[in-house]
Each structure stands twice: as structure tokens, then as C-alpha cells.
């Protein structure tokens, strides 16, 4: 049985931030230009904080500008408003970012809508994903972008492939869908969405030569899901508890021990999409500052 090859996305952010360091250059000597993220955290959900503790530490590495707001679980959803138009006015911010999920108080699209679509560098802003659609894109969601990068990087080409994604959200498996779907150079798939409605879905994900799982259900995704040779895109960073000092380990949406030999690829959880993701945010606010001076 053939081993089943490992896509870091370690290894591609790392290609991607080097990348972006003549870009960053070029935006401070010709008009001493530092992108600047904002970064917006409402209450105290753990996972939330490791996110944008994450994000910003980044931007701080290659020396960009990050700042993160905090606001109390109780903010009303009128004030986290007011402080998103004072960031919208705000020129040292060239993109900024509410991390989800929101409390329920709060109307999560209402939030999303208040962001000026310049600096939605999260691509979640109805004009940004309905450019994305019409494949005219400005700021591609994060999640799905790193995905698109990883495959490139990997020449995996999606052309002609079927592609499943499990998930239909607006982060992940919507924009992701759209991407694999599109007609230009690795892309072109036929792809499936499959979400909690579908039925027989193993029927279904059985025909994946490409299969994305974007589920949020902790190594659900075993070797009875999948054909031989598919390749495996684990979006999924659920914690599970365990013995160990922090209590929990990080675990896909796919169990990485049952599909060893029989996948052909799959990327590890941690150290998969999660890289990317970051890598993606720090490029598209790159993108909203040069977009200044276009
Ligand atoms: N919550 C989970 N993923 C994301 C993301 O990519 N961006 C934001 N803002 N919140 C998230």
C-alpha cells in the first residue's frame, strides 16, 4: 500500500510570506505604506483568542501593523457597530476583521454588512462574495483561498476532478465550492456540496477525488468515506479532551490514522489549512493597502 503523502501547509505559507516581503518593501519605500489589520474579539471564547492571538502575532513577525480590540461578551450589538465605523474612517487599518462566531445577541450578517467592503479582507461582505460569484473577485475568504494555494503549490490540478466539499458555510464551504468550480487554471472541478441535509452521504463522497471536509465533527471523515487515492483537505480544528497538560489535543474533521495508505494526500491537523489561513488574511490586507495606491 502506497504511503499517504503529507501537504504542509507550513511549508507553503512559509513560500507565500516570502513572497509578500518585496510587496511589503515596495508599499514602505514608495509611500511608507505598513498595512495594518484591526482585529475585533467579542467575549472570551477560548478558541476565538488562540485564532486571533495567532493572526496577529504574524502580522507583528513581519513587522506590519495589527491591533486587537477587545470587547466584552455583554456589547451590545449597536456598539460593536460604532466601533466598526469608527475602524472603517480609520487609515491606519487597511483591513479589519470581526472573528466569529459572534454572541447570539448579536446579528452576525448586520456585523459583517457594517465593514466597508475595502477592508473586508475576510471576503465575507455580501459585494465581496457576490464579486467572488461572479468571478470578479476583490478579497477571497482566507480558508478557501490557502486551500486553492495548497493544491497549486502541490500541483494538484482540480481540472476535470470531482470535488466534494462537505460544509456549506459562508466561510469555508461556499466560497470553497465557488473556487473549485471556476473555469481557469487549477480550478475547474465538478464539485458537490454536501451539508447535514444530505442524504447517503458516503455514496457520494465515495466519488471525491478531491474531498474537503469543513463539518466541525471531530474525525468523523474514517477509510468507509473514502475511495483510494482521493485527496483529503481537513479543515476541520476541533478539541477533543485528553490527558495532557492543556487538557485537550486538536483533531481534524478526518480520522488521519484510518485513511493512511489508502488516501494519496491529506493535510495534518495542525499544521494543514490553519497555516494558510493566517497566511491568506496577512496577503489580502497586503492586497487592501496596495489597493491604495493602484
Ligand atoms: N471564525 C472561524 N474562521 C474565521 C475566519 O476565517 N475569520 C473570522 N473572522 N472568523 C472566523
Do not use: W
Not at 5 to 25: F, H, M, Q, T
Not at 62 to 83: D, F, G, K, V, W
Not at 219 to 239: L, P, Q, T
Amino acid at each position: 500500500m502506497a504511503e499517504t503523502n503529507i501537504l504542509s501547509g507550513k511549508v507553503v505559507s512559509d513560500a507565500v510570506y516570502a513572497a509578500l516581503e518585496d510587496r511589503i518593501k515596495a508599499l514602505s519605500d514608495n509611500h511608507s505604506a505598513v498595512p495594518g489589520l484591526a482585529a475585533v474579539i467579542i467575549g472570551e471564547d477560548p478558541a476565538s483568542e488562540v485564532y486571533v492571538r495567532n493572526k496577529t502575532r504574524r502580522f507583528r513577525n513581519m513587522n506590519l501593523h495589527s491591533e486587537t480590540i477587545r470587547l466584552p461578551e455583554e456589547t451590545s450589538q449597536e456598539e460593536l457597530l460604532s466601533t466598526i465605523r469608527t475602524l472603517n474612517h480609520d487609515p491606519v487599518f487597511h483591513g479589519i476583521l470581526v472573528q466569529l462566531p459572534l454572541p447570539k445577541h448579536i446579528d452576525t450578517d448586520v456585523v459583517i454588512n457594517a465593514i466597508i467592503p475595502e477592508k473586508d479582507v475576510d471576503g465575507f461582505h455580501p459585494e465581496n462574495l457576490g464579486r467572488l460569484t461572479a468571478g470578479k473577485p476583490r478579497f477571497i475568504p482566507c480558508t478557501p483561498k490557502g486551500i486553492m494555494r495548497i493544491l497549486e503549490h502541490s500541483h494538484i490540478d482540480p481540472s476535470g476532478k470531482h470535488a466534494v466539499v462537505l460544509g456549506r458555510s459562508n466561510i469555508v464551504g461556499r466560497p470553497m465550492s465557488i473556487l473549485l468550480s471556476q473555469k481557469q487554471a487549477y480550478s475547474n472541478a465538478t464539485t458537490t456540496i454536501c451539508h447535514s441535509g444530505t442524504s447517503d452521504l458516503r455514496v457520494i463522497t465515495k466519488q471525491a477525488d478531491i474531498l474537503v471536509a469543513a463539518l466541525g465533527a471531530p474525525e468523523m471523515i474514517d477509510d468507509s468515506y473514502i475511495k483510494e487515492d482521493v485527496i483529503i483537505i481537513d479543515v476541520g480544528i476541533n478539541r477533543v479532551p485528553d490527558d495532557s497538560e492543556k487538557g485537550y489535543k486538536l483533531v481534524g474533521d478526518v480520522n488521519f490514522d484510518s485513511v493512511q495508505g489508502i488516501a494519496q494526500s491529506i493535510t495534518p491537523v495542525p499544521g494543514g489549512v490553519g497555516p494558510m489561513t493566517i497566511a491568506m488574511l496577512v496577503e489580502n490586507t497586503v492586497e487592501a493597502a496596495e489597493s491604495l495606491y493602484a
